[in-house]
């Protein structure tokens, strides 16, 4: 069980990574406002490191049983959902290991396509094959993907704030 301070240590955190996402992503709405893609895409890759840290923290991928003992505890104070929202790690992991993702496109792209930092709809894009479509956003409906793999933003951002407004601010 966690004690009061470790809670609050962990609470801390949250609000910090919580608060460098949701800043980001502010970052990312200015941008494409701006048509910015360069600043878009950065500012969406800050939004993604800053959510991984905050599931790492909630619904940790490893199997280690005190980080899920910890992370079930963390969940149960604060009233957050029992999963991460869907796809984000996949997400995420894509634009960590872009170099990787690419290796897998030239190996396995039938037309060898490539089509990079898409903001619209897939289907603007005629005659490409989903899997070479690299980074992706649809600001209509919030979804943000790599190479196939797709998240909610909306679903996200959601989550983040629901996190921020069951935690107390760091003094």
Same mark, same amino acid.
């Given at each position: ?19 460098? *996402?949701?800043?980001?992503? &502010?970052? !990312? ?5 701006? $048509?910015?893609?360069?600043? %878009?895409? #950065? ?32 969940? *149960?104070?604060?009233?957050? &959902?029992? !999963? ?5 790690? $996949?997400?995420?992991?894509? %634009?960590? #290991? ?74």
């Amino acid at each position: 069980m966690l004690t009061d301070q470790e809670r609050l240590i962990y609470f801390w955190e949250l609000r910090t990574q919580v608060g460098g *996402a949701l800043r980001a992503w &502010s970052t !990312a709405e200015d941008a494409l406002q701006h $048509d910015s893609s360069e600043n %878009f895409w #950065h500012a969406v890759d800050s939004f993604l490191s800053a959510s991984i840290a905050v599931t790492n923290l909630l619904w940790p991928s490893t199997t280690r049983k005190s980080a899920q003992t910890r992370a079930a505890q963390l969940r *149960a104070v604060i009233g957050a &959902s029992a !999963a991460a929202p869907e796809g984000l790690r $996949d997400v995420r992991n894509g %634009f960590e #290991h872009f170099d990787e993702r690419i290796d897998e496109w030239r190996a396995t792209s039938a037309n060898h396509n490539f089509v990079d930092t898409l903001v619209g709809p897939l289907s603007s894009i005629g005659g490409v094959d989903r899997g070479d479509i690299a980074r992706h956003f649809d600001p209509q409906t919030g979804e943000l993907g790599v190479f196939g793999k797709i998240t909610s933003v909306p679903t996200v951002l959601l989550e983040l704030e629901q996190v921020r407004d069951s935690t107390p601010p760091r003094h």
